[in-house]
């Protein structure tokens, strides 16, 4: 069964830090590219950052500077870097990754994990 997992949400004070992590098991071929969402209380869900296969990022200007995102494609890993935590960064975070399950591709979700910021 193919599946993301996210670990590593909690409660934080504003100005702490945080790492979210993301793994794909199953059976797959490879993944292409990988991102960070979050949806907050009564908002839609918006891009946090992405990442390429081969290492090209993208951020939402609400968190350039402060969050870095990596993987590390021989253990099927993404992660967010989180510093700087703002209250406005209390969302759930979900992973994405596009899948190569041979010979299709598919878009999966993680669960999501919380992530709340206390003034």
């Known amino acids: 069964q193919v599946q993301l997992v996210e670990s590593g949400g909690g409660l934080v004070q504003a100005g702490g830090s945080l790492r979210l992590s993301c793994v794909a098991s199953g059976r797959i071929f490879n993944i292409k590219n990988m991102g960070w969402y979050r949806q907050a209380p009564g908002k839609q869900r918006e891009l946090v950052a992405s990442?390429?296969?081969?290492?090209?990022?993208n951020y939402a200007d609400s968190v350039k500077g402060r969050f870095t995102i990596s993987r590390d494609n021989a253990k099927n890993r993404m992660y967010l870097q989180m510093n700087s935590l703002k209250p406005e960064d209390t969302a759930v975070y979900y992973c994405?990754?596009?899948?190569?399950?041979?010979?299709?591709?598919?878009?999966?979700w993680g669960q999501g994990t919380q992530v709340t910021v206390s003034s």
């Open positions: 990442i390429t296969d081969g290492g090209s990022t």
């Open positions: 994405n990754a596009r899948l190569v399950i041979v010979p299709l591709e598919y878009d999966y």
